[in-house]
């Protein structure tokens, strides 16, 4: 897929009126298989004439026209529907856009280093909660690697309820990642906290991660979206799945397409579980989302004894792959080690994940 912004930058639409009153009657126009060029141009020059902003998106097959602005809800679909080249027109009443079904009826695949999300392979992305030395990262990174997972995944930066809490070996860590993704030949996922860091964050890393605390951090989604670096936006502690979903299109709307959902739990009133695992989000987002979604146990449980569970339901229930916390030694964890799994209970839980992958004509 290509986002392709055809007309305002995302500052100009806003100030026409984007995010207020109005905005949630998007139009879609799909068109038709092999459509010319020229009739996607009538489209967009069209919608342009009455004052709305494009966005397109050039699928393999065919192209689809978000039309956004404060009216569309007054303009008959007709007036698109009869152009040539138009296959159908849909009105969109939900609060996101470029991150719904009806944008992309294709499931998006996010690729980087021959890894693929969003296919048919699960896929791992695996290491401690936080990068705490040369010699705990590398060697979490051996393991996971040995035991079959495709993304190191280590926070340099870490966004703790307290301030006296450790914060993560920050721009060392970064190196630490760098120096394992060379050694390793994995790519690494880490977050990143601050709009800000962008820059450097993606400079070192494959992944930029959004942690749920940041879910709706919009300075720092926008940045995220401009670097064009995949990312993976992690669910709000306490949002809905329109809130989340509408997070992404905030990425989204800056033209970067990678992007992966990553379900981590929500606060609700258990006590016995860290959150709640929301399963269900799972073909929730896959029925109103083309985005790909992975599943982060770890932090949903709180507790290494119920992660290998959770992990399993969310490949049964259909998520793109795996978040998850492994430590060489979680007893002498800086951050997280309840949750956790050593590397024998990762490569035990590897091993359980794949009949359960086949049974769904999944690989792992
Ligand atoms: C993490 O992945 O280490 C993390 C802090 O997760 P979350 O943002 O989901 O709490
Ligand atoms: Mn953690």
């Not at 009443?93 to 280093?113: C, N, Q």
């Not at 120096?179 to 820059?199: C, G, L, Y």
Request: charged letters at 25%.
């Amino acid at each position: 897929m290509l986002l392709v912004r055809a007309a305002g930058e995302p500052r100009a639409r806003r100030e026409a009126g984007f995010g207020q009153k109005g905005w949630e009657e998007t139009m879609i126009v799909e068109m038709k298989i092999l459509a010319l060029p020229e009739e996607v141009e009538a489209v967009v020059g069209r919608a342009k004439s009455l004052g709305f902003d494009v966005q397109l998106n050039l699928g393999t097959n065919k192209t689809v026209v978000a039309i956004l602005g404060s009216d569309t809800g007054q303009v008959p679909t007709d007036l698109f529907a009869v152009l040539p080249g138009v296959e159908s027109v849909t009105r969109i009443m939900k609060p996101y856009k470029l991150a719904s079904r009806e944008f992309r009826t294709e499931g998006s695949r996010v690729t980087i280093d021959g890894v693929v999300i969003g296919g048919k392979r699960f896929v791992v992305m695996a290491g401690p909660c936080a990068v705490e030395s040369e010699d705990q990262l590398m060697e979490a990174a051996r393991v996971v690697k040995e035991a079959g997972a495709q993304v190191l995944r280590g926070g340099a930066y870490k966004p703790r309820t307290s301030p006296f809490a450790f914060q993560g070996l920050e721009r060392a860590g970064l190196e630490l990642l760098a120096r394992a993704r060379d050694k390793f030949a994995m790519p690494v996922v880490t977050e990143v906290v601050d709009p800000h860091q962008v820059d450097l964050v993606a400079r070192y890393a494959d992944f930029l991660q959004v942690g749920a605390r940041n879910m709706q951090n919009y300075a720092l989604l926008t940045e995220v979206g401009k670097s064009g670096r995949p990312c993976v936006l992690k669910r709000g502690l306490s949002a809905t799945i329109d809130e989340w979903l509408t997070a992404a299109d905030y990425i989204l709307a800056e033209g970067n397409e990678r992007l992966i959902l990553c379900e981590r739990g929500i606060r609700t009133f258990e006590k016995s579980t860290r959150f709640s695992m929301d399963i269900a989000s799972i073909p929730v987002i896959k029925k109103f989302s083309h985005l790909p979604v992975i599943v982060d146990p770890s932090h949903a449980a709180g507790h290494y004894s119920l992660v290998p569970a959770l992990a399993k339901a969310g490949l049964a229930a259909g998520a793109d792959g795996l978040l998850i916390e492994v430590h060489p030694s979680p007893k002498d964890a800086l951050v997280d080690g309840l949750q956790s799994l050593t590397p024998s209970d990762f490569s035990r839980l590897m091993g359980e994940l794949k009949p359960i992958a086949q049974a769904l004509a999944r690989e792992i």
